[in-house]
């Protein structure tokens, strides 16, 4: 009963599809020129983190230069900087970010790239649900986004939990503190509440770029925008962990439908 196969295409319809939902290519398997002439495989490679290098790059330099820096995402940038940086992004070059670039043109440019994506990070078919989590509490709440965090496609829901756990981060280091030499370390003044003000408008978003003003979202969709990008952000870790128990769950009633799947996946593992 073991199965040895080297591509999705030596397997059945039904096996290809389940796979396919359960494990990524490398991107540079999926280069067009790779398969010129040939018949397109799709290789069984471990899942990848699918989250743009733009929005990681950026992270990593605030998180590595700009924790302390106050009002970070709300200090003004530099516009030439941040359209340099855009389109050297764009045009696919590797673009290192380190000590020379400024704090706030990388803050500029991670803002620009959220509020700009074609489909928002959390797609607007959602829109509405999220927000209907804001009149919530407590457990029920939580639940509800999680539930709705699982339908996000692989790319939205790996960048989503990028971000958030970026943005917990700059949280974390809101208020000043003291050092080991009893230095006073400042603190950013980025607190959750004002991180999920910024962030909200760009992470959820009823219309398209360019078809409504942002400025019109009514004062009901504004605040229940910030409520739910607040709870994303102080709860990223929980909601983004499956339980033991849904795990179970899903492994037997996958057992059921799939068994060959399940014995390569865990063989794999």
């Not at 999220?130 to 639940?143: C, D, I, R, V």
Request: glycine share 4%; hydrophobic share 40%; aromatic share 6%.
């Amino acid at each position: 009963g073991a199965m040895s196969v080297d591509s999705i295409t030596d397997l059945s319809d039904n096996t290809s599809k389940l796979l396919e939902a359960l494990q990524l290519s490398h991107p540079h398997e999926l280069d067009a020129r790779r398969s010129l002439g040939k018949k397109k495989m799709l290789s069984l490679n471990p899942i990848t983190w699918q989250v743009p290098r733009i929005v990681d790059r950026c992270c990593k330099h605030i998180e590595t230069h700009g924790l302390q820096t106050v009002g970070i995402f709300r200090v003004g940038s530099s516009k030439k900087r941040v359209q340099q940086l855009r389109e050297e992004f764009d045009r696919g070059l590797d673009v290192f970010l380190d000590e020379h670039q400024s704090v706030h043109d990388v803050a500029a440019l991670l803002k620009e790239f959220l509020r700009d994506m074609p489909d928002s990070l959390i797609p607007r078919e959602l829109y509405a649900a999220f927000l209907s989590t804001a009149s919530m509490e407590g457990p029920a709440q939580l639940a509800a986004l999680q539930l709705m965090l699982f339908l996000l496609p692989p790319c939205h829901s790996d960048t989503l939990h990028r971000l958030l756990r970026f943005l917990s981060e700059v949280a974390r280091h809101a208020e000043s503190s003291r050092g080991p030499n009893g230095q006073e370390i400042p603190g950013n003044k980025m607190t959750v509440s004002n991180l999920a003000t910024i962030f909200g408008p760009n992470v959820l978003q009823k219309e398209k770029p360019g078809e409504k003003d942002v400025g019109a979202m009514n004062f009901e969709d504004s605040t229940a925008v910030i409520l739910v990008l607040q709870r994303l952000i102080e709860h990223y870790q929980t909601l983004f962990m499956v339980s033991p128990e849904l795990q179970r769950d899903i492994l037997r009633r996958l057992f059921q439908t799939d068994p060959d799947v399940i014995d390569y996946l865990l063989r794999r593992k």
